[in-house]
C-alpha cells in the first residue's frame, strides 16, 4: 500500500508535510520521502528507509533543510524509494505514485526497447514503479496527456502527485478510483492527501474529492480540474475494513462507523442462523478488528471485553522486520495477557480479515497457552480467494498463499478451484467445509466469515463502485 499528502501555499507547508505525511504511516513499513519546494532553491528532496523505524524519527532531522517552502509532498511507499526528481521536455517536476503495476515487463519492452532508454533497478532487477510511471508521462506532450496514456497503458492502478517548478500540485486519481484523493482549504492555501482526517487535524477544510481518474492542479489560490472524471468507480473495499484509518471517510462513509455497523450485521445474521455461540466476552483482535468486535457485541448482547492488548511502545508493527521469524516472534512478544479475562474462558474474537493465517495461528495457540476455554473466531470480510492485481494488499507468489485458496485445493484438488463461489458461502456445503476445515487446522471452536452482502451492506454506497475482486475475482 502506501499513502501521501501534500500542500501548495502562500506560507511554509514544510510542517503540514511532515505531520501529515506521517499521518499515512499505517499504510506502508519499507519507504518514506519529502520533497519541499521554494522559488529561491527550488526542490529538496529526502528519502530514508523507515523498515525498522517510524516516519518521524528519519525525518525530524531533516526538518531544518527544507528552508521554508511554500510547496511540497511527502509519501510512505511500502515498495520503492520515492518521491523521484524528473527531467525531461515536460520540465522538472517531483513524483509519488501509489498503486501497483503488473505489466511493467511488457511497458518497457513495447515503449522503451529502442535501446535509447535506461532505468535503475532495485536490488531484485525490477524497475522503480514510480520511475517507470514517469517514463510513461513523459512520452506525450503535456502533463495531462501524459497521465492519461500512463492509466491507459497500465494493468492495475495507479494514484499520482506530480509538483511542478512553479510550486503547483497536480493530483491524479485512479482510473477507477481504488484509492481515495481529497483537497483540503485554509486561508493560506490548499492540501491534498490519501486520508481525510489529515487535512482536518491540519486545520483544512475538506473541500473536494477527486473522481475515478480526475486530474487536478492545485495552487495556493486555486484548484481546478484538468481533465474530468470517469463514470465507472471500483472503490476498494479493504479502505474500509482494514487498511483505513478510523477518523477517515471515503465516499462519505467514516471507517469507524462502517466497522461498527459490520460487526452488527455480522451478529445480526448469526443471530438469525441460529449459530451464536454461548461465549463470555466478544474481543476484537487488535488492531483494525475492535471497531467490529465492538458492533458485534453490541448486537450480540455479548459483553466486550480486551483479553489480550498490543504492546507497541518499541515495536508499533509487527510486519516491519524483513525477516519473516523475527515478524512472527515480535508479533508473539507484543501480546500480552489479561489473565483474568481469558482463563477458563469462552472467547469470541473477531479479526478484521483472514489472509495467510500465519500470525492468527500464533494467536490461537497463545490463547489457548493462557488458559482460554473456548476461542472462537470470526472474520469481518468474505474468504480472501484472489491476490489483490491493484493495491498490494494481499498479493503474494500465487493465489495458494491465501489460507482459504489454499484450503480448497487441500479439500478438493483442481476441482475445488472451479467451485471458489460455493466455498465463499457459508451457506452451502462447500462453504461449511471450508469453515470447517480451516478451524480445525488453526485450533478454532468455530468460524464465520462476514458475507459479502453482508459488507457491502455495511459499507453503504452502490454495490457497483466497490472493488470486491479479492473476493470474487471479478474487476
Not at 7 to 25: E, I, K, L
Amino acid at each position: 500500500m502506501g499513502g501521501f499528502f501534500g500542500a501548495v501555499s502562500r506560507r511554509d507547508v514544510t510542517m503540514d508535510v511532515f505531520f501529515g505525511t506521517d499521518y499515512h504511516s499505517h499504510l506502508g513499513t519499507k519507504n518514506a520521502g519529502m520533497t519541499i519546494w521554494n522559488r529561491e532553491d527550488g526542490f529538496h528532496r529526502q528519502i530514508h528507509s523507515i523498515s525498522n523505524s517510524p516516519f518521524r524519527t528519519k525525518f525530524e532531522k531533516d526538518l531544518p533543510d527544507f528552508h521554508a517552502g511554500t510547496s511540497g509532498f511527502g509519501c510512505i511507499s511500502d515498495s520503492d524509494p520515492q518521491p523521484l526528481l524528473v527531467r525531461s521536455h515536460l520540465g522538472m517536476y517531483a513524483i509519488t505514485t501509489v498503486g501497483q503495476i503488473n505489466n511493467a515487463e511488457d511497458l518497457i519492452s513495447t515503449y522503451f526497447s529502442d535501446h535509447g532508454h535506461q532505468f535503475s533497478v532495485m536490488g531484485s532487477g525490477k524497475v522503480n514503479s514510480t520511475e517507470l510511471v514517469a517514463a510513461l508521462i513523459n512520452q506525450r506532450d503535456s502533463l495531462s496527456e501524459g497521465i492519461l496514456h500512463m492509466q491507459q497503458v497500465i494493468d492495475g492502478s495507479m494514484t499520482v502527485l506530480l509538483m511542478l517548478s512553479d510550486g503547483s500540485i497536480i493530483a491524479a486519481r485512479d482510473h477507477c478510483g481504488r484509492l481515495p484523493v481529497v483537497i483540503g482549504k485554509n486561508e493560506d492555501g490548499f492540501c491534498v492527501s490519501f486520508e481525510s482526517f489529515a487535512c482536518t487535524k491540519l486545520g483544512y477544510s475538506l473541500v473536494y474529492e477527486l473522481g475515478p481518474g480526475e486530474i487536478v492542479r492545485i495552487t495556493a489560490e486555486e484548484y481546478e480540474t484538468l481533465s474530468p472524471a470517469n463514470q465507472e468507480m471500483k472503490i476498494c473495499a479493504f479502505l474500509w475494513s482494514y487498511y483505513g484509518y478510523p477518523n477517515s471517510s471515503y465516499e462519505g462513509i467514516n471507517v469507524e462507523v462502517m466497522r461498527y455497523r459490520n460487526g452488527e450485521i455480522m451478529a445480526r445474521d448469526e443471530i438469525a442462523r441460529g449459530n451464536l455461540p454461548k461465549v463470555d466476552y466478544v474481543a476484537g483482535v487488535p488492531d483494525s478488528g475492535i471497531p467490529h468486535a465492538i458492533g458485534y457485541a453490541n448486537r450480540s448482547g455479548k459483553p466486550f471485553a480486551r483479553p489480550f492488548v498490543k504492546y507497541t511502545p518499541t515495536w508499533p508493527r509487527s510486519f516491519m522486520p524483513s525477516n519473516q521469524d523475527v515478524r512472527d516472534q515480535v508479533a508473539k512478544m507484543k501480546q500480552i495477557p489479561v489473565q483474568e479475562l481469558i482463563e477458563g474462558k469462552k472467547l469470541l474474537f473477531v479479526d478484521d480479515s483472514i489472509v495467510r493465517g500465519t500470525q492468527l495461528q500464533g494467536t490461537v495457540d497463545f490463547l489457548f497457552e493462557s488458559g482460554a476455554g473456548e476461542v472462537h473466531m470470526r472474520s469481518a470480510c468474505p474468504p480472501i480467494m484472489y491476490a489483490c492485481k491493484y493495491l498490494n494488499f494481499s498479493r503474494g507468489n500465487s493465489d495458494m498463499d491465501l489460507l482459504a485458496r489454499r484450503t480448497v485445493q487441500e479439500l478438493e484438488g483442481d476441482e475445488g478451484q472451479q467451485h471458489l463461489d460455493e466455498y465463499s458461502d457459508g451457506r452451502t456445503q462447500r462453504g461449511r467445509c471450508l469453515r470447517q476445515a480451516i478451524a480445525s487446522q488453526l485450533g478454532f471452536d468455530s468460524l464465520e466469515y462476514q458475507s459479502l452482502e453482508g459488507l457491502l451492506e455495511a459499507i453503504g454506497i452502490d454495490p457497483e463502485k466497490v472493488c470486491t475482486y479479492c473476493w470474487t475475482g471479478k474487476e
